[in-house]
């Protein structure tokens, strides 16, 4: 048995009007037209946007409750409009976002990326919170993310290519505007921290760089330029 109104006025009310009324508030708008509203509202908060604040929304034509009659749940709504629910991501849906980034990408998405992206993915912070770290949802999502020696291998790598093209070993300032250009650099605070960020961190990671390139037949003067090929010893 349905609970019995609280109000007369609403008592009084025949529901077979108020079915036709409500179709025809529902028939204003298409599922479409809503799904646009919320990625608008999305792109101006740079977040997916909770009830209350598409309701605050002074650009928004549609109220909350007319998105919640078409799609039976804001979360449902969201998810149609490709904005994932901060609270209520899934593991699931935060590896097959970071996965859609990377394929547009062409690269494995980095913690900038998931700042310049607000809008259609969650904070970097609920990543590091579900799974411990971005390198580790990475993994999951099946990107190549270096770990240990393998990520100070691919460092000093990335550093002699560096090398070459400056034409001398890579200053801290040096990799910074190289990792601008190329996000598929290690940051340089990354390269730092992997020496525990110690006094002589940098000048650490050069000493790698210069004997890789040491190994390569390049030498390498006291300032840190590339003095060209070695020359072979005679038989």
């Known amino acids: 048995m ?3 109104p609280r109000y007369r006025a609403v008592a009084a009310i025949d529901p077979k009007a108020l079915a036709e009324f409500q179709s025809g508030i529902r028939k204003r708008y298409s599922d479409e037209q809503i799904l646009v509203e919320l990625r608008a509202c999305a792109e101006r908060l740079g977040r997916s946007p909770t009830m209350r604040e598409f309701a605050a929304d002074p650009q928004a034509g549609v109220h909350p409750q007319t998105v919640i009659e ?11 409009a490709g904005l994932v629910p901060r609270r209520f991501a899934t593991r699931e849906e935060l590896i097959g976002l970071l996965r859609e980034l990377g394929e547009e990408l062409g690269r494995p998405p980095t913690a900038r990326d998931l700042d310049e992206h607000k809008g259609r993915l969650p904070s970097k912070s609920l990543y590091w919170h579900t799974f411990g770290s971005l390198s580790n949802a990475l993994r999951e999502a099946g990107f190549d993310v270096p770990v240990g020696e393998e990520r100070l291998e691919r460092a000093v790598d990335q550093g002699v290519e560096l090398a070459r093209r400056l034409g001398r070993l890579p200053k801290f300032a040096d990799w910074a505007a190289a990792r601008k250009k190329d996000e598929a650099l290690l940051t340089e605070w990354q390269v730092y921290r992997m020496f525990e960020a110690r006094r002589g961190a940098w000048s650490t990671f050069q000493f790698l760089i210069r004997e890789r390139l040491d190994e390569r037949g390049v030498r390498v003067g006291s300032d840190g330029r590339l003095l060209g090929k070695k020359r072979k010893a005679a038989d």
């Not at 078409?70 to 149609?80: D, E, Q, T």
């Open 70 to 80: 078409h799609f039976g749940a804001w979360n449902v709504a969201k998810r149609a």
């Open 2 to 4: 349905a609970p019995r």
